[in-house]
């Protein structure tokens, strides 16, 4: 006879099935009840600050907000014809508005951004607007002939937008305009494609050259005798007891033209006393310097691998006829990939977003997309700006996260 007839019952009467649904379901709470204080944390410390920060990269309000007047007049207005004096009327009343709750400052900043100069255009004729009588397109030419230039009114329409593409243009260097079109930024102003570029040059070769550099040193660690492996590690661990400012300044000590480095070289004969190396405020610097500081984060996770696959699998190829770089190549090689995809995603994501060591030893020519984002946000205070590259970076590391699953496979990932 079927359970559906006669089912099985609990010690309490309650069919079994629904006893054990029951446990499993307050099982499950109890398991994320003690979760939920850990992703509280995570989400109020760290994901609503980047999602705000970024939020700020496609969405400025502060024209909008505070010239709500001429907002609504620029709104009708086509960007290419001459402005109308209802929009000259609109701006003055805004302007006085703005000056008497003292917010011209952040108007003036939101139009800066789209015209260089207007700031001071602003701020200017905020301190006469309320002495200014009809016309007004006559009275504010009189203040400023920038006024009656279509250009200062088309940065005007671009700020009034409360939603606009137009940081995230700037981050990929184009411009836009006050009739939507999209232009690119004039040559000596394109610096952000060739950042990422660089940043993406950087991050591929420090990634390539801590796994050619730790894959020899993890299959080390993981045939030495485990006293002898243990005491390498601990090597290898500690640089991580010293502080990153330390360890990127001291490079600038064996880096430089009368450095340790350069002082072996002439030792050496490589090079002369008089023809040294220029190893540091350049590219190069910011290559050697990254390269030292992150191949821990390359050694570890082939490690943890290495030492997981069992030496006998090498004997058993040797025994079976296998020279020494077969048996290795053929067997344990595609053994050790899995901790080869961990530690190239783990250095190369790191090196992506890196900004002390390049800040520090990169100089001119080795600055990377993060040294920007810190401009933006410490110096110009374009947060905006900074918030849309970071945005642009961002969509570039999940595009590359997809490729790294579809060709090697985040299942084959593995730590240890």
Not at 320 to 330: I, L, V, Y
Not at 356 to 378: C, E, K, W, Y
Request: proline share 5%; charged share 15%.
């Amino acid at each position: 006879m079927s359970d559906s007839v006669n089912p099985i019952l609990a010690a309490d009467g309650t069919p079994l099935k629904k006893k054990l649904g029951q446990a499993l379901f307050r099982s499950r709470v109890q398991a994320f009840g003690l979760v939920v204080p850990l992703l509280a944390f995570v989400i109020v410390s760290f994901i609503v600050p980047i999602v705000v920060l970024l939020w700020q990269g496609i969405h400025d309000s502060r024209y909008a907000e505070l010239m709500p007047g001429s907002t609504l007049a620029l709104s009708k207005w086509d960007g290419i014809t001459e402005p109308t004096e209802e929009m000259y009327s609109a701006l003055v009343a805004d302007l006085i508005e703005a000056r008497k709750q003292k917010t011209i400052g952040k108007v003036a900043t939101r139009v800066n951004r789209e015209l260089s100069g207007t700031r001071s255009l602003f701020t200017s004729t905020a301190r006469r607007a309320a002495r200014l009588a009809a016309p007004y397109k006559d009275a504010l030419v009189e203040v400023n002939v920038a006024w009656g230039e279509i250009e200062t009114w088309q940065a005007m329409k671009v700020a009034s937008r409360v939603y606009t593409p137009g940081y995230l243009l700037a981050a990929l260097d184009f411009s836009l305009s006050a009739d939507g079109t999209v232009t690119r930024k004039p040559e000596n102003r394109r610096i952000h494609i060739k950042l990422f570029l660089r940043t993406l040059e950087i991050s591929v070769v420090v990634t390539v050259a801590c796994l050619f550099l730790g894959y020899p040193i993890a299959y080390l660690l993981s045939s030495l005798p485990l006293r002898t492996s243990n005491i390498l590690l601990i090597l290898v661990l500690l640089p991580f007891w010293t502080s990153l400012l330390v360890r990127t300044t001291s490079w600038i000590a064996m880096l430089q033209a009368q450095g340790v480095m350069n002082d072996l070289f002439v030792a050496f004969g490589i090079t002369g006393d008089d023809d040294r190396f220029s190893l540091i405020y350049n590219k190069t610097g910011t290559l050697i310097a990254m390269t030292h500081i992150l191949l821990p984060f390359m050694i570890l996770p082939l490690y943890s691998v290495m030492k997981a696959i069992p030496p006998s699998y090498v004997r058993a190829a040797k025994s079976m006829g296998a020279t020494d770089w077969t048996a290795f190549w053929r067997v344990y090689f595609p053994q050790s990939v899995p901790g080869i995809g961990a530690g190239v995603l783990l250095v190369f994501i790191l090196a992506i977003g890196y900004y002390i060591t390049p800040a520090l030893v990169g100089g001119q020519d080795g600055q990377m997309i993060s040294n920007i984002i810190d401009f933006h946000m410490r110096k110009s205070l374009n947060w905006n700006l900074a918030a849309a590259i970071g945005l642009v970076l961002l969509v570039i590391i999940l595009a590359l996260f997809w490729i790294y699953d579809r060709i090697v496979g985040i299942d084959n990932l593995k730590l240890g």
